[in-house]
């Protein structure tokens, strides 16, 4: 009988402990801007986060593209730690380009641990369709399930994957799941964040999200906190404000330029020396109108640190003007980000389940305070020092 006790016990404990495994489904909706709830219509979301928390807003980190964001978003470190500091860059060490999901066939490009690496690392299986590096072999490591992006997969089969994910066996069932939707991005960039394309784009994802919020309930019984975000929001860019880089005269000989059109960054190749890089840079603080050069003290409040992979002049613009070198009659209005946190750059945040607390009101907060929050529902063990902050959203957790 006492031994009849005893292991009764220890499968009730056992249960407690099943009961309290939680699942996180993490969806990044790209281009996604605070306010497009209201502004483009979304009922689905809107439900959902009435069902538990949603921010003012998601501020990115710097600059508000979408690599660094995303990478931001599950290593809980600003881009100079993770190493994806921008789409494109150059590294004056490796003297290298990057440009986006280069870390696929070198991961070194990566510093850091990726929430699903610290989630395989401590036996809780993951599973990405998508998230920008996902397929990266980081620290020797992939998901336990992933897709390459080279081959986008239709909207809803990602709906369907993620469902049946859901639905496998505890033994081979990921507690980690990421998915990612570009088209409100895409939109976005083309016709403008007002756009009757954007409201399309984001009409079609709310109906996605809340399919999938339905199958989770009907077809599963696991417990799913689902976490929406947007890597980034989005200005209106115009045609007639844009600065030709050709007519910077920067000579190409002696400096790798990168135009990532809300900044352009400027590295000096090896034989220049420190006396030329000082002379352009004060040429272009004498040519400065529609742009800034970003002062030292500036760059380090964005979280830009020393590296090789910091621009050695770094040119910024304010929407609606970016950089181009396109010529005048290719250009169009449209829209963009990149630019220095603002009310337009902010992106979304919306996260419900079991393990989250519901009808709370959150003021925007930098996205590098999700990972410890991801990691905290998952019960997990943070590994490495991060910039995040675990109690920054520990008030919204059950
Ligand atoms: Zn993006």
Not at 36 to 45: D, F, K, Q, S, V
Not at 172 to 189: C, E, K, N, Q, W
Request: glycine share 8%; proline share 6%.
């Amino acid at each position: 009988m006492k031994q009849l006790v005893g292991v009764l016990l220890a499968l009730a404990c056992l249960q407690v402990q099943a009961a309290e495994e939680q699942t996180v489904v993490l969806i990044s909706i790209d281009g996604f801007r605070h306010d497009y709830i209201e502004l483009h219509g979304a009922p689905n979301i809107a439900k959902i986060a009435e069902q538990g928390v949603r921010s003012d807003g998601l501020m990115p980190v710097y600059p508000s593209k979408t690599f660094p964001n995303h990478l931001s978003i599950v290593t809980g470190q600003y881009p100079s730690k993770h190493g994806i500091v921008d789409n494109n860059f150059y590294d004056t060490e490796r003297q290298q380009r990057y440009k986006m999901g280069d870390g696929v066939k070198d991961s070194t490009w990566l510093t850091t641990l990726p929430i699903w690496n610290l989630a395989e690392f401590q036996g809780v299986k993951a599973a990405t369709f998508f998230w920008p590096e996902s397929e990266a072999r980081i620290n020797g490591r992939t998901p336990s399930y992933y897709f390459n992006y080279s081959t986008p997969a239709p909207n809803r089969q990602r709906i369907n994957q993620m469902v049946e994910w859901l639905k496998l066996p505890e033994a081979a069932r990921p507690r980690l799941i990421t998915g990612y939707f570009s088209i409100v991005d895409t939109m976005g960039h083309r016709f403008g964040p007002e756009s009757h394309q954007v409201a399309k784009a984001v009409k079609h994802v709310d109906e996605l999200i809340g399919e999938l919020w339905q199958r989770i309930h009907d077809e599963t019984d696991v417990p799913v906190n689902l976490i929406l975000v947007s890597d980034h929001g989005m200005s209106q860019i115009t045609a007639q404000d844009m600065i030709d880089v050709n007519a910077l005269n920067i000579n190409e000989d002696m400096f790798e330029v990168v135009n990532a059109q809300t900044r352009l960054m400027i590295y000096p190749k090896e034989e220049t020396t420190e006396q030329q890089t000082q002379e352009l840079k004060q040429r272009l603080m004498q040519q400065a109108a529609q742009f800034v050069v970003e002062s030292e003290q500036q760059l380090a409040q964005l979280g830009v640190t020393d590296g090789p992979r910091k621009p050695a002049i770094v040119l910024g613009t304010q929407a609606p003007a970016t950089f181009t070198t396109r010529p005048q009659d290719q250009r169009k209005d449209g829209g963009t980000h990149g630019f220095h946190s603002s009310r337009d750059m902010d992106g979304l945040f919306v996260a419900t389940g079991p393990a989250i607390k519901q009808g709370g009101e959150l003021k925007r907060f930098s996205n590098i305070h999700i990972y410890p929050f991801m990691a905290k529902l998952l019960g997990l063990e943070l590994m490495t020092e991060i910039d995040g902050d675990a109690a920054v959203l520990a008030p919204i957790i059950r």
